[in-house]
């Protein structure tokens, strides 16, 4: 029996050692890491003026930055792989903006202004100064960063200007896409949208106040070869999406003179149906 009781213990010890620590003694889990997107906006204003205070330039931009949210807070030191990865995304959408209140572009202009008031300054003591002016929106559809611009510029002519553009960011590979990409058959894709724009302008333009009648065409409006215009639409006019369907907007002179002003389509996401492919109905969250 004295043999025994070494070995009871024994026993007993390791017993004890195999108990559950107490809660408070346990090291801590790791919280789960979640990742989410915003965007939000880089502000940049100056004025350039005269000895006199003659205004030549006036400055406006609002250039749109993408941040990373880990666990609701914003990302600091990028510490983990997909903290890394989030970076990689951040890094490949800002260098899309670098160029929009870039010193080499303000430079450019302000030399016209400088040029301009060396023999005409009345002109700017009227009032009339260079401005360039840059603003945004942004929406957000499944994986997709749509980015919607518009550009407002006085250089000196005859009336100001505006541009519109657009840049839409997938989140998932981290690259800027076309929409024709999404579809199943991208040609077919930008051939239906061509057909649902013109469609939409034909009903506009039916409208009283414009007073062309009944019988009128698009050539009476836009110009001769606006059909040729509208197919090169993913890569020329400003598109983007929201929550009511994808939006087509071309700047002023595009399809038509300037006193037509911009030309703006909606295509509901629903006419679009027969034609995204399996992958783009998941980038786009449509099948949510």
């Not at 030549?56 to 997909?82: C, I, W, Y």
């Not at 202004?113 to 300054?121: G, L």
């Not at 894709?189 to 009944?214: H, I, N, R, Y």
């Not at 006019?237 to 003179?257: R, T």
Request: some cysteine; glycine content about 6%; charged content about 20%.
């Amino acid at each position: 029996m004295k043999r025994l009781i070494p070995v009871l213990l024994c026993f007993a010890l390791l017993c004890g050692c195999s108990k559950k620590q107490p809660a408070d003694d346990l090291p801590p889990t790791q919280e789960p890491e979640s990742i989410a997107y915003e965007v939000i906006p880089i502000l940049y204003e100056d004025r350039v003026e005269q000895p006199d205070g003659t205004l030549l330039v006036q400055f406006h931009f609002e250039s749109p930055s993408l941040r990373a949210l880990v666990n609701g807070k914003p990302m600091e030191d990028p510490s983990t792989p997909a903290q890394q990865d989030a970076q990689a995304k951040i890094d490949a959408f800002s260098d899309a903006f670098a160029y929009i209140a870039s010193e080499e572009s303000r430079a450019d202009t302000i030399a016209m202004a400088e040029e301009q008031y060396s023999f005409m300054p009345d002109s700017f003591s009227q009032g009339m100064n260079y401005a360039e002016e840059f603003t945004y929106e942004s929406h957000q559809m499944g994986n997709i960063i749509s980015i919607a611009g518009m550009y407002y510029s006085y250089l000196g002519g005859a009336h100001p200007n505006t541009a519109y553009s657009s840049w839409n960011f997938d989140l998932e590979s981290g690259k800027f896409i076309t929409l024709p990409e999404l579809a199943e058959d991208p040609e077919a894709f930008t051939s239906a949208v061509v057909d649902l724009m013109e469609q939409q302008a034909m009903e506009q333009f039916k409208d009283p106040s414009f007073g062309l009648g009944e019988s009128f065409a698009l050539e009476d409006i836009y110009w001769p070869d606006y059909r040729d215009v509208m197919q090169n639409w993913a890569d020329t006019a400003s598109v983007f999406l929201d929550a009511s369907g994808m939006q087509i907007v071309f700047s002023a002179y595009d399809l038509a003179s300037y006193a037509a002003g911009p030309q703006m389509f909606t295509i509901p996401y629903t006419a679009l149906d027969p034609y995204w492919s399996d992958a783009g109905r998941v980038t786009l969250g449509l099948n949510a």
